[in-house]
C-alpha cells in the first residue's frame, strides 16, 4: 500500500512540474494582456482631453474602436464615455467659438484640388499635358 501512496505522490509532482509553467505563462500572459489595454485606455483617455482638435479627434476615434471591441471592464468603460463625452463636447464648444474653424471644415475637397473634383484637373498621369493647367 505504501508504495501505491510514493507512486500516486510521484505522479501528482510530475503532473504539477508540468502543468505549473503553463499555468504561470498563462497568468502571466493574462496580467501583461490586461496591463497593456490599461495603459491604451488611459494613453487615448489623454489624447482625447488633448488642447489639440486633431489629437483630441484620434483619442476619440480609438477609444470608440475599443468600445466596439468589446473587452472593456465596467470601469474601463464608465472612463471611456466619460471621455469621448468630454472629447466631442470640447470640440464642439471650440468649433462654436471659432468660426475660421467651422470654415476650414466646410472647405470642400474641389476648392483644394486644382480643377475640382470633376477631372479637368491635372491627375498626375504621364499624359500631364493634358489635364495641367
Avoid: H, K
Avoid at 36 to 49: P, T
Avoid at 114 to 130: K, N, Q, S, V, Y
Amino acid at each position: 500500500m505504501l508504495e501505491w501512496a510514493t507512486f500516486g505522490a510521484a505522479a501528482v509532482a510530475a503532473l504539477g512540474t508540468f502543468l505549473g509553467p503553463l499555468v504561470a505563462y498563462r497568468s502571466v500572459t493574462g496580467t501583461a494582456a490586461a496591463t497593456r489595454l490599461q495603459s491604451d485606455v488611459d494613453r487615448y483617455i489623454s489624447f482625447a482631453l488633448e488642447p489639440d482638435a486633431v489629437t483630441c479627434r484620434l483619442g476619440i476615434a480609438q477609444l470608440q474602436y475599443l468600445l466596439n471591441a468589446g473587452d472593456l471592464s465596467q470601469s474601463q468603460l464608465n472612463a471611456v464615455s466619460e471621455a469621448i463625452t468630454a472629447g466631442l463636447r470640447r470640440l464642439q464648444e471650440e468649433m462654436e467659438a471659432d468660426p475660421d474653424a467651422v470654415v476650414a471644415l466646410e472647405v470642400g475637397a474641389g476648392d483644394l484640388v486644382p480643377g475640382g473634383l470633376d477631372g479637368t484637373g491635372d491627375t498626375g498621369g504621364a499624359d500631364r499635358g493634358e489635364g495641367a493647367p
